[in-house]
T-cell receptor, first 113, second 113 residues
Framework: GDSVTQMEGPVTLSEEAFLTINCTYT??????LFWYVQYPGEGLQLLLK?????DKGSNKGFEATYRKETTSFHLEKGSVQVSDSAVYFC????????????FGKGTKLTVNP | DVKVTQSSRYLVKRTGEKVFLECVQD?????MFWYRQDPGLGLRLIYF???????EKGDIPEGYSVSREKKERFSLILESASTNQTSMYLC????????????FGDGTRLSIL
């Protein structure tokens, strides 16, 4: 079945450092890919998405490019802030009609001042 | 704005009790989902529903059931709660025809003593 593998944390960075969180997937067909973020004590919020190969999703300084050849959707940010501290989840949707999501295990990011 | 509301943020119950977790969405979405979130395991799908009175098992349905009597409400039921069901439970909804991402509630942290 479909699966998502993402870099396991925790990841600790200093403010203004460069962030990369790796995500690769296995899927039949052509899934949509997502990054969700969960701030402490909250539910999941969509951070960005890409629906087809070579699409780049971006939001709040974060970017990820849908790479079909490497089955990857790595999350990047050029300069992290303390407020980016959260858990980040990579996910895919199989477009089977139910729009079920398959999630990675999550990566906890802590940004220190 | 989109709103998915879970009835409780925190809940403490005893082993063997029947537990109801409620979720309401105000977006007239067809599809609704229940996930549980555990450290190191990410989010796993318990059940989902694609219409009133329609339901399908997800990846970990054992020990759970669901009810969808009205389009806006999706209930998760723990028939006889056990300590290994202590977890964070997240509800989500989406409109499958618009290909929009799932919208999540803030979660219910359930402790079974």
């Amino acid at each position: 079945g479909d699966s998502v593998t993402q870099m396991e944390g925790p990841v600790t960075l200093s403010e203004e450092a460069f962030l990369t969180i790796n995500c690769t997937y296995t899927a039949t067909g052509y899934p949509s890919l997502f990054w969700y973020v969960q701030y402490p004590g909250e539910g999941l919020q969509l951070l960005l998405k890409a629906t087809k190969a070579d699409d780049k999703g971006s939001n709040k300084g974060f970017e990820a490019t849908y790479r079909k050849e490497t089955t990857s959707f790595h999350l990047e940010k050029g300069s992290v802030q303390v407020s980016d501290s959260a858990v980040y989840f990579c996910a895919l949707s199989d477009h089977s009609g139910s729009e079920k999501l398959v999630f990675g295990k999550g990566t906890k990011l802590t940004v220190n001042p | 704005d989109v709103k998915v509301t879970q009835s409780s943020r925190y809940l403490v119950k005893r082993t063997g009790e029947k537990v109801f977790l409620e979720c309401v969405q105000d977006m007239d979405h067809e599809n609704m989902f229940w996930y549980r979130q555990d450290p190191g395991l990410g989010l796993r799908l318990i059940y989902f529903s694609y219409d009133v009175k329609m339901k399908e098992k997800g990846d970990i349905p054992e020990g759970y059931s669901v009810s969808r009597e009205k389009k806006e409400r999706f209930s998760l039921i723990l028939e006889s709660a056990s300590t290994n069901q202590t977890s964070m439970y997240l509800c989500a909804s989406t409109d499958p025809y618009s290909k929009q991402p799932q919208h999540f509630g803030d979660g219910t942290r359930l402790s079974i003593l």
